[in-house]
Nanobody, 127 residues
């Protein structure tokens, strides 16, 4: 069982930046780590995922955040991060980190692939 806890959310003006962190209760080196978000009345949306393996680091971003957000991991700290720049009001929502065993990386945009989830952290971007 893996517990995840997000931090770093808050209120920011449009154009600003926030850095979210996700702390895992134990090493998750063999897991993919993903970030998702959910706005009121909307479905959970894929933001990004990252895999760090012997082959190197692989990352994938959702179209709406590409070029503005950056996902990273610190294996020594059992932590992951989501750097969010050039924030827009449309980025408002609850942000969740999640961990998945992965085989088919093509399915890592699907929240159902993820076995472990944090409680979420609120991000609000004002215009």
């Amino acid at each position: 069982q893996v517990q995840l806890e997000e931090s770093g959310g808050g209120l920011v003006q449009a154009g600003g930046s926030l850095r979210l962190a996700c702390a895992a209760s134990k090493p998750i080196d063999t897991y993919a780590m993903g970030w998702f978000r959910q706005a009121p009345g909307k479905e959970r949306e894929f933001v990004a995922w990252i895999i760090v393996s012997w082959r190197g680091t692989d990352t994938v971003y959702g179209d709406s955040v590409k070029g503005r957000f950056a996902i990273s991991r610190d294996r020594a700290k059992n932590a992951g991060y989501l750097q969010m720049d050039s924030l827009e009001p449309e980025d408002t929502g609850v942000y969740y980190c999640a961990a998945a065993h992965y085989g088919d990386t093509g399915r890592l945009r699907d929240p159902e692939m993820y076995a472990y989830w944090g409680q979420g952290t609120q991000v609000t971007v004002s215009s």
